[in-house]
């Protein structure tokens, strides 16, 4: 034991008056970093004008126009620039929009101006503002420490050291970094451009991170879509020099059948799609910080929760306080200066509630008759408690009490937190981690000899009765005491100073459960989702409130964190079961937890909200951070953040999470039925050798891509999330599986193909064509085309609303209920007609305007597009038992 020369004091630093600071902030600007200089809008037009599909058009339209044909030539790149348009916006307008949840993220940092401390924008510091900083916080600036606890800082984004660094009075902490331990207070030294992160980041060349399993998969369909498109234009084109046709009508086949099967508008839809999820989200204080993020979460199969603050409403009350000289009950709220206190010892109580707030760090400050947290609500609370025990006994203003000279911080190794006042040490903490420490109980203070670990006599009584205020739901603290030898000032290890306490008491803290809890739990087990608890507390108290919420499964599995089984396969058993309570664990049994829940096939979304929950929420397939109590730390490794705290917003962010992946496969089914239309006269001709006349042309066919698949397929993909979307199990499968592949090429692709042939030879048949004679009139045969064209179109109007579901009818969701989808039916209704009425128009698409015969045929299409697709439904609601049009449960299903 030494003195302690350089020792960290606790001792007040003033800071910058509010309008000193303002005038500093006009003279240095703001304290943000330097903005990356933004890619001109041009070269992103250029790269959606130039990627591999695009390249593929242009070399086409370049070969048409060698070929003597500008009008195919200028339709094609009218495709390309009509695509490469469409993605720039939506891309613009996904960027836009992640902006904007950026903006929602918590960025306060709390500072000490005019004497006391606030919160303010970290854009708003200026140099030689007083910035206090706790574990978790993110350093906001380069500061110079003047007071320093148990102090770590994280610099691994600066140096690639994943150590955390020890840090003393005198130290600087560099902006960006991280206090992962302990408290600090230190003074601004350089704010924005001028900080050290700044010229790191002006050295740093911007890393695009690696694809999401959503982009890879997406990828992976177009890369198949584009090969079978090349390959089967290839195909066309030989064939049709071995039948006789001129090469240049063969290009023209060719060309018609690739452009018939790129999926052009495939991925800036689906950009739209997760960027109306990621804002619908936001709208329900769920800010995903990635967009593919939005898809896995409707994949989720297993939730970890924590407890404090998801589950519950982070308003800590202490409603008990137990003491050798008897309980002491607090009715009321905790924070009301009038609630009634009852029970004998209140003075031991005042002694006990004064030595617990020695060793915190949060406040209570009395606002209009009630008591407002300020930083921790369960040290404020202790500090309410103080102050009202101490008015109630007459005794001294705890915020007269000597101010402690050493902290040794909370540590969740530890789970305990002690601060020297004088020649006291006072320690707070889990009950199983004070208890042993502690020599005896009773209202003196130990002698700090002769005991060592493991409880001293009279303790017994207070173990049990921890057990007995966790099994009400409390939060339980044990608080001690002890003397330290030598003048004040001596420095103490950790060691030395925590060894041989008096126990002074026991606190019980109550945090209410909150309101919508049980309703969100029973709808995420509707939604086949199974869901744990997994917290620091103690087993009873988890236990209790699990029950309380209805989390804790019918087992009433409960699991501590220093009894879990070694052996991985056994814990796996043990944890993949719904309603389980997995209690006092540390970050690394949180980190193992969520590994064995992944390797067991489950995608799993972890809540965290401390420093040390980062790694678990890495590791996680969905991280998920508190925005209101969660610290820098967490909120970083996230990929979701709870603007709220609720447990129930990640069950709203999953079903939008499915309602995503929902319309992502409505959209593919929309755009592979359109294909097998526009690809089926290709195949009749070629199997004809060429005597059967062909449908649709290469201007048609782009003119349905425009025409057709643009307008609905963004409204597909804003559906809005059906009521059934929570009522079945996680999807498991890909985006282009075996259900969809049948309902596309095995029913509405051949439905829209029978009706689109029929049309067109009905028009050949009327006007006195048969098979094996010479083709018809040109008028004739433009006017087969144009009702080919007709019956195309319609058949995809009602494919569009058939696509809103895979289970259900349109007629039983609603014709109007997505109104996205029904003006662009309407849109699309009005292209057609000026496709076929406008002259100009149907001659250069080279068809006109069908007969009575074809138009009712075409007409015929939408009722055959729907009739098949309600008898694929009943039969599937027979095999699988999923809702069909005859059941009256409204579920959808992508």
Known sequence: MTPAAGQDSLSAVAGLSAEEAARRLKEVGANKLPEPRPVPGWRR???????????MLWVAAGLAFVAGMPQLAIAIMVVIVVNGVFAYIQQARAQHAAAKLRELLPALVSVRRDGRVIKVHSSELVPDDVVVLVAGDRVPAD???????????????LTGESEAVAKTPGDTAFGGTFLVNGHAEGVVSVTGDRTRLAEIAALTGKVEPPPSPLAQELQRIVRITATMALGIGALFFVLSLLVGISWRDAFLFAIGVAVALVPEGLLPTVTLSLAVGAQRMAKRNALVRNLQAVETLGSTTFICTDKTGTLTQNRMNVVEVWTPAGLLAIDGQGYNPEAVITGSGMAEAGRLSLAARAASVGRAVLHEGRWIAEGDPMEAAIDALASRLAAGTGGADPREQPTPSHRFAFDPRRLRESAIVGTTLYMKGAPESVIPLCAGTGNGAGTGRGAGPGAGPGTEQALAMVDEMASHGLRVLAVARRSLPGPPGTAFKLEEAETGLTLLGLMGLHDPPRAEVKVALAAARDAGIKVAMVTGDHAFTAAAIARETGLLGATETVLQGPDLPADDAVLTALLDRDGVVVSRVTPEQKLRVARLLQARGHVLAMTGDGVNDGPALQQADIGVAMGLSGTDVAREAADLVLLDDDFATIIAAVEQGRATYANIRRFLTYHLTDNVAELTPFVIWALSGGHFPLALGVLQILALDIGTDLLPALALGSEAPSKGTLKRPPERRHLMDRALMFRVFGLLGPVEAVMEMTAYTVVLLGAGWRPGAELPVADVLMAASGAAFTTVVLAQLANAFACRSATVPPWRLGWFTNRLLVWAVLAELGLLCVFLFVGPVAALLGHAPPTPGGLAVAMAAVPA???????????????????????ATRVQSP
């Open 865 to 887: 597009v729907l009739l098949a697709d309600w008898l694929y439904k009943i039969v599937r609601h027979r095999r699988t038992g999923s809702p069909a049009g005859s059941g």
């Open 45 to 55: 037009l250029l790269a959606e004008l130039t990627h591999f599909f695009a390249i």
């Open 143 to 157: 500061v110079r420490l003047a007071l320093a606890t148990s102090c770590e800082v994280d610099e691994s984004m």
